[in-house]
């Protein structure tokens, strides 16, 4: 696609409206921690990880595997084109210069640390301490796919928003769903400007990411299993 004046103007646009929807989304996470009881800090989850940077990293690769495995499966089932997704690839691509570093810190990064903070800090932090890991882990994710609105992209962001959480819980801390959240993002938007939306996918495609991301998972599991005490639905057993 030719990159124009009024493409670049779009990119601009897209990545400020995408920034004050977010900013609204912090603002909510924020007010939320400071009205409840306890220390702010710690109802976000900004506490150090109990992860170190290598499981970060591979947890990391894990989210990009899944991604791809999802996209995967809405190419092959025809949805992908239909979604919001495809619609930002195709507003993206061949997108370069200033444009594309703010829509890098607005959608890329932004995203990551407001929806984090609100899903994986205050809401899933919540939920667990008062209904368990595993239901704080999945009423999170669907609260984190409902904020992505249209139906497909909110049915894929809802199983992201289940791994993240899992991430999360095993971290202890809100900085590692951030870490991987970010780096999902930034690479989807590195793929976008530069190819656009997806073409096709095989069940290959979608095979190789679900066994990036449970490969991911089993390896940091093993990792950090005598550094972590067994809890409720995620013990070894």
């Known amino acids: 696609m030719r990159w124009s004046d009024a493409h670049a103007d779009g990119v601009l646009a897209l990545s400020a409206a995408v920034s004050a929807v977010e900013l609204v989304i912090a603002a ?10 306890g220390a702010p800090r710690e109802r976000l989850g900004l506490v150090r990880p109990r992860l170190r940077g290598r499981e970060t990293a591979v947890l990391a690769v894990g989210t990009l595997g899944l991604s791809h495995a999802l996209d995967a499966i809405l190419a092959q089932t025809g949805l992908y084109a239909q979604s919001e997704l495809a619609r930002f690839a195709l507003h993206m691509q061949g997108a370069r ?4 570093v703010v829509a890098a ?3 890329g990064g932004l995203p990551a640390l407001a929806e984090e903070l609100l899903c994986r800090g205050v809401l899933q932090r919540s939920l667990a301490a ?6 704080g882990i999945a009423l999170a994710a669907l609260v984190f796919g409902a904020l992505h609105l249209e ?18 819980y095993w971290s202890g801390s809100v900085w590692t769903p951030i870490a991987c959240h970010a780096i999902n993002n930034l690479f989807a938007i590195g793929i976008s400007a530069h190819s656009g939306p997806t073409a096709s996918a095989s069940p290959v495609d979608v095979a190789i990411g679900l066994a990036v ?9 093993g990792r950090v299993r005598r550094r972590l005490q067994p809890a409720a639905g995620f013990d070894d057993g």
């Open 213 to 221: 991301a449970a490969g991911a998972l089993v390896h940091v599991r």
């Open 105 to 107: 810190l607005a959608i």
């Open 151 to 168: 139906p497909i992209h909110a049915s894929f962001a809802t199983l992201l928003g289940a791994y993240l959480g899992v991430a999360g």
């Open 97 to 100: 210069g200033l444009p594309l």
């Open 28 to 37: 909510l996470a924020l007010a939320a921690a400071l009205l409840a009881p």
């Open 130 to 135: 008062r209904l368990g890991p595993a239901a």
